[in-house]
């Protein structure tokens, strides 16, 4: 037997330098306990002056904080979340195809007398649709154009295909109580009678949460949502607060003084993030605040 080999074993591993554990001495500091991260984000929340919303949960359960997760507010562009699942919906009634054309015509009814009003251009965050006018794009198109770039005219033309009373019905059999779909974007007249779109941080939650487990009309719709979501073009808020390269799938919306950001974040712990503000009016503010929220919250 050779006596060199054990002995050479014993050297190697003496010299060998025990890779640091978390929060030991010289190891990467240790993770700050959830009860923490919660209270900084309520001090961050409360030194804002502003009214927040938050609806927080590990996709494993291991941690939910809901802070005023039932304060009602504008819904502004998130009411585009439940009309992309209810075109997903009806493709698996096959009710329609995304490939399916729809011509592009700049002309809704208000939902308060039916008179006709048009989207304008200036008013809007994104020229693809209206270059179109005249013409046809397929359903996933103007879906696309809706999520990822905020299409209003895109969002009133699906509204129209799929029908209000078809969204709201979704809405209320997914059990997101406090989204409430009521009419297409820019109808001024419904507007000025108080008819507004709605939503709540706990019922966009529980969309989002759905489409993260695969529960939104099928595990292969919800996939194909989550990658729209993750293409979206405004990533001031949840995204600004992660550390760069995290997979975020997320819907903004913005109105005056109104600012919001809902999101499943694939960080080293995925989670359903909504964060919904209201009472600033710069919007850069309203982000710098939302990324402030998901720093401090999210492990």
Not at 43 to 49: N, P
Not at 96 to 122: C, H, Q, W
Not at 209 to 229: P, T
Request: aromatic share 6%; proline share 5%.
């Amino acid at each position: 037997m050779n006596i060199l080999l054990p002995l050479l074993a014993m050297t190697v591993a003496a010299n060998q330098t025990p890779t640091p554990t978390p929060g030991s001495p010289g190891g990467p500091p240790a993770p700050e306990p959830f009860s923490a991260r919660r209270l900084a984000a309520e001090k961050i929340i409360g030194e804002s002056g502003a009214e927040v919303s938050v609806a927080y949960r590990l996709l494993d359960g291991s941690e939910e904080w809901m802070h005023e997760a039932d304060r009602v507010f504008h819904a502004a562009s998130t009411m585009k979340v439940p009309v992309m699942i209810e075109l997903f919906r009806q493709e698996a009634e096959k009710q329609l195809s995304l490939s399916e054309t729809l011509e592009i015509r700049n002309e809704f009814k208000s939902v308060v007398d039916g008179s006709p009003y048009a989207m304008a251009m200036g008013d809007d965050s994104d020229e693809t649709v209206y270059r179109n006018i005249g013409k046809t794009m397929t359903l996933a198109e103007l879906n696309f154009q809706m999520i990822t770039v905020s299409s209003n005219f895109a969002t009133n033309l699906l509204i129209d295909r799929l029908g209000v009373r078809n969204v709201r019905a979704t809405v209320e059999g997914m059990g997101a109580y406090g989204v409430e779909v009521r009419r297409g974007v820019e109808d001024q007249k419904a507007f000025d009678q108080g008819i507004i779109n709605e939503t709540t941080a706990r019922g966009l939650f529980v969309l989002l949460n759905a489409i993260a487990r695969g529960a939104a009309v099928s595990k292969a719709a919800s996939e194909r949502m989550v990658e729209v979501l993750a293409a979206q073009k405004f990533n001031d808020g949840i995204p600004a607060g992660l550390p760069p390269g995290t997979k975020v799938a997320h819907k903004t919306g913005t109105i005056t003084r109104v600012h919001h950001d809902a999101a499943i974040v694939y960080g080293a712990k995925p989670c359903v993030l909504v964060i919904l503000t209201r009472g600033i009016e710069k919007e850069a503010d309203s982000d710098i605040l939302i990324a402030r929220i998901t720093r401090a919250l999210l492990p």
